[in-house]
Structure formats: structure tokens, C-alpha cells
């Protein structure tokens, strides 16, 4: 390696309209490194949520010797990295109070903010900032985007219980109390602004290009192989996955775009054609009825480690779904998620929520697997990171919120101390967060939410 070559971390490939961030190769450092001082990657969050709880006998280990060689059947994906993971049974949900007839507003709209909407101002948002938007006020000074937000369904849903404004029941990130975040369901989207890409608003690619034939990938090569001479044959081993990955992700989106619009075009009675795609507009990506949703949402997973990998934001947070009906016909039925979570203890809908479970929380071991075989600095991909997945209720069969279903993968950078189960914490989803932000090495002024301390099992040094 050419030892006098040194790159700007914040270094991109362009070409003609687009950019791409770089992973870290050996001759980076970080934005916030000091001159001379060791490289040292930085430690990012993720969050991602399912609605309705689960079934307890099926995610929660036996106990805490059986973790690692005998995990439940919901957790079973996650065997190859249960060693990076740290699960905690006592988590208690933020209280109903006065909103009994509220439980699926409250789930996800108090998972990231542990704390209740404004009583007196139930039509209009008042509640707290969100632990996701507290990190990025702090992590995002050194990133492009200060945080990534991603949903698998359009956040329109109109209910209002309780006299609820209906932002709570399909938002969990609030950038200040006033202020819901709204999240991305287009992958094209998500990824021309990984790219930095100029859409003017449209989602769309400049004129006259087909995205099937020329990718935003090919823009940027000819600045790669430039840059490719110049590394070490370990950083181009590196660059050369990295470039392939944003490929694939690239064509898998491609290729979702186009089977829905045929199958539009199908439906509309228009005779459909690769050749002639471009004659009709694109429709709005989504997931219809009897799609792959685990191909939809590996695209946004794999999105959001793209996200991470370049440095573009350390802030990710991704709602697999909401509490409005949704169904999982991939799993060989079409009972709608909400409603067989009120089971009754029937074995067959038992059967099927666990299922549903599983289903989520295998997309979020396709993500954190993936991340574990990526190498950055001395160690990987998730050993810098916080990767949550829960659930805003322990039960939707009777909503109860008392032990809420939190699985954390990923070391922090060392912060959290993993491979184990910890059956008997006591504490509050205001404390787990409080105590993961500080891990994460974000100062917080005040508790989050209803927090009274910190879960100090979670950290390393203790």
C-alpha cells in the first residue's frame, strides 16, 4: 500500500448527478478522530419495531444457562450471533393511565419516547422527543443525515383512539415533542439519498435512463477503479464487496419496481413488456397483498446497513410494520396480525402469531447476521453497533405492557455486554433507553421518558 495515500473519511465516488459513500477502508479515519489518534469506529443505533407483542413461551429462554445452546424457537435465526446478543425480561411499558381504550396508539408511539401524549391536548401531537431523534442531535454532527427513519407501510392509517391525534398510532420517532418524523417506504427513495442523488422530489431517475440498464453504480465506477489502484489488496478486496453489495440491493429494488408494475399494468389490462417499461410511469412502491414482505423488508435492511457502513448516518429507525391490519400471507394464511393476536389461547392462532413473530424477528437476524460478517477497523460491522428490535406491547391478546420484548444485538463498540439472557431486571423502557443511549455514548441531560435510573447489567465494565 502506498503509505502517503491518505483518504478523507468522508470521501465519495461521483459521476455525472450521483455520489457514493465509501465503507472504511485502512486509510480512512473517522470525521471526529483527532490528528495522530488511533482508528477507532464510531458506535451507531438501530431500531426496529413489530406491534402486538408476542408469544412468551415462544420468544423468552428457559433460563439463563440455556440461552446460547437452547434458544426459543422465535429466536432461532439468531443462533450464530446469540453471543453478541443481550435479551432482559422486567422491561416494564410506560402505564395507560388515562388511555385504557388507547393500546395501540400508545405501543408505538411510546416505544422510542417511554412516555404519554399530552392528555390535555389529545388532537394535535404533544408528547416527548424520542430516544432515536435524542441520538441524533448528538451522533448526526458527523454524518450527512442525522438519522434514518424506514417503514414498510405508508404511516396513513385513520383512527383516532381515545381522541388520539392518528400520527401516534403509525409514529415512533418525534424529533421534538410537537413533532412526529416521518419515515421512508420507498427503497428507490432510501437509496438516491445514500447515493446523494438529486431527484427534485420525484423519486425518480433523470430522463431517458432506465434503471434496469444502467445503474446509479455505473456512474461512479470509473472513479473507483481510479481509486482501486491507489489501496492496499486488503482495502480492494473490501471496496470491490462493498461495491458489489450496493449493487445487488440496487437490482433487487429494480426488480421489485418492475413486478409490481406489471402486475399493474396486468390488472389495468395493458399487455406488459421489458422492453417498453418505460412507457408507462412507475407506481408507488408497495407491498401488496400475497407479496414477499421478507423481500421488501431485507431491501430495507440492507439499506439500512449501506446507511451505516458509509458513514452516512449512525441513526437508523425501521417500523416493520404498524397496528392496522396487516397480514402475512407468505406464512400460508391471510389472517390480519391484529386480530389473531387475540387468540384466546385457541392453539391454532397461537400457532399463527408465533409464527408472525418469528417472521419479524428472522428479518431482523437477516440484518444483524449480515452486519456481523462485515468487517470494519479490528473487529465488525455489529460490534459498533446497538441493534434493537421489540414490541410496544408484552401481549396483544389482553394488551398488557408489563414486560415488554426487547432483543439487543451488538456491542456498542464494547459498551454493552452481550451473550446473555438476564431473566429478572427490574426496570422500565425509559431505563433501557437511557442506559442504551449512554452506551452509545450519548450525554443525556435529563432521563428518557419515565426513566428513574439505569439498567447498569446492560453495560461492559460492570
Known sequence: MNQNTIIDR?????????????????????????????????VRMGFMYMPHGVIMDEFWPQNAESFLTSPPPALDSLRPILDQCLLMKGIAGVPNGPYRGAPHALELSTWLTAALPDPDKRDEISISISADQI???????????????L?????????????????????????????????????????????????????????GMNPLD????????????????????????????????????????????????????????????????????????KIPEGDKRSEYMQVMCDLNILAFQTDTTRVCTYIGSTPNGVSYPELGF???????????????KVKKVAAITKFNIDQFAYMVNKMANLREGDGTLLDNCIMIWGSGLEDGNKHRRE????????????????????????????????SLLKCAGVPTDRPVGIATKEIKEIYADT
Open 214 to 285: 444502467r445503474s446509479m453504480l455505473d456512474l461512479v465506477l470509473g472513479g473507483a477503479r481510479d481509486l482501486r489502484r491507489t489501496l492496499s489488496p486488503t482495502d480492494q478486496r473490501k471496496l470491490d464487496e462493498y461495491l458489489d453489495s450496493v449493487r445487488s440491493v440496487e437490482r433487487r429494488i429494480a426488480a421489485i419496481e418492475l413486478r409490481q408494475k406489471e402486475a399493474a399494468l396486468e390488472k389495468a389490462g395493458v399487455r406488459s413488456s421489458r422492453r417498453h417499461d418505460s412507457d408507462s410511469p412507475p407506481i408507488e412502491i
Open 403 to 434: 414486560n415488554l420484548p426487547f432483543i439487543i444485538a451488538g456491542k456498542g463498540g464494547g459498551s454493552v455486554n452481550t451473550g446473555r439472557f438476564l431473566p429478572n431486571v427490574k426496570g422500565n423502557q425509559g431505563d433501557l433507553l437511557t
Open 151 to 207: 417503514a414498510t407501510m405508508p404511516q396513513t392509517w385513520k383512527e383516532n383512539q381515545a381522541g388520539l391525534n392518528e400520527a401516534y398510532y403509525s409514529h415512533c420517532s418525534f424529533r421534538s415533542p410537537t413533532q412526529a418524523v416521518p419515515a421512508e417506504i420507498n427503497p428507490r427513495n432510501v437509496l438516491n439519498r445514500l447515493f446523494n442523488k438529486d431527484e427534485k422530489g420525484t423519486g425518480q431517475k433523470p430522463k
Open 334 to 348: 391471510t389472517d390480519k396480525h391484529h386480530s389473531t393476536t387475540h387468540h384466546n389461547n385457541q392453539p391454532e
Open 10 to 42: 468522508r470521501a465519495c465516488l461521483k459521476g455525472v448527478g450521483a455520489s457514493l459513500a465509501l465503507p472504511l477502508l485502512e486509510t480512512m479515519g473517522w470525521a471526529e478522530a483527532k490528528e495522530n489518534s488511533l482508528l477507532k469506529p464510531p
Open 135 to 149: 441520538a441524533a442531535n448528538v451522533l448526526g454532527a458527523f454524518t450527512t443525515l442525522p438519522s434514518l427513519e
